[in-house]
């Protein structure tokens, strides 16, 4: 098993344009979340998912939109990029068969110019 | 909403000595608490859990303790190396199910050989 990817690893982008970070788990896991990462902040969760079809918002969600359509892809889409979006994000998967364990990718770090 | 306080910020110790980690919540309801091991350029991975119904756990050097009354948990390393040198992060979950984590700041231990 891959586990959780996350494309791309890097990406810079300029005020205002949009993107979608990528994200996909092949352990067949029914929750999956976003997480950003900033400097003295922890992690906090951005959005997430019980299951395809299902989402809902997490702890900072304004300026992100998610969409599950398959079990196995949960992109995170920023539709106009503002400096305060600069982060390192993370995707994880969880079930409920290991105690909801979160299974985190390796993160994509975003920069906005 | 939940509120997770980590102590300290960073930690030096030299190779087999004890470290400890401390983290506080605010939320009474809190039922669930991981530590999570970031090393650079890493996803968070998970170490340890305990859930409210237990006051200690072990797994080989890795401790955690919790104490419901006074709202705190923390992590215990024995007998540390230098490859424990990570970004250490405690969270904390009220919720059944899918568990919105609510993390704290990190703790930066360095192991000196």
């Known amino acids: 098993n891959a586990g959780v990817t996350q494309t791309p690893k890097f990406q810079v982008l300029k005020t205002g344009q949009s993107m979608t970070l990528q994200c996909a788990q092949d352990?067949?896991?029914?929750?999956m979340s976003w997480y950003r990462q900033d400097p003295g902040m922890g992690l906090r969760l951005i959005h997430y998912?019980?299951?395809?079809?299902?989402?809902d918002q997490g702890e900072v969600p304004n300026g992100y939109n998610v969409s599950r359509s398959t079990t196995e892809d949960f992109p995170l889409r920023l539709l106009s990029a503002a400096p305060s979006q600069t982060s390192v994000y993370f995707c994880?998967?969880?079930?409920?068969?290991?105690?909801?364990?979160?299974?985190f990718g390796p993160g994509t770090r975003l920069t906005v110019t | 909403g939940e509120n997770v306080e980590q102590h300290p910020s960073t930690l030096s110790v030299q190779e087999g000595d004890s470290a400890v980690i401390k983290c506080t919540y605010s939320?009474?309801?809190?039922?669930?608490f991981p530590w999570y091991k970031q090393e650079l350029g890493k996803g968070p991975q998970l170490i340890i859990d305990?859930?409210?119904?237990?006051g200690e756990k072990k797994d080989q050097r890795i401790a955690v303790t919790l104490n419901k009354t006074a709202k705190h948990f923390s992590l215990h390393i024995t007998e540390t190396q230098p490859e424990d040198s990570a970004v250490y992060f405690c969270a904390a979950s009220s919720h059944t199910g899918f568990q919105k984590l609510v993390f704290g700041t990190g703790t930066r231990l360095l192991v000196s050989p």
């Open positions: 994880a998967s969880s079930y409920k068969d290991r105690g909801y364990e979160q299974y």
């Open positions: 305990i859930r409210s119904n237990v």
């Open positions: 939320d009474s309801a809190s039922n669930y």
């Open positions: 352990m067949n896991h029914e929750y």
């Open positions: 998912s019980v299951g395809a079809g299902i989402t």
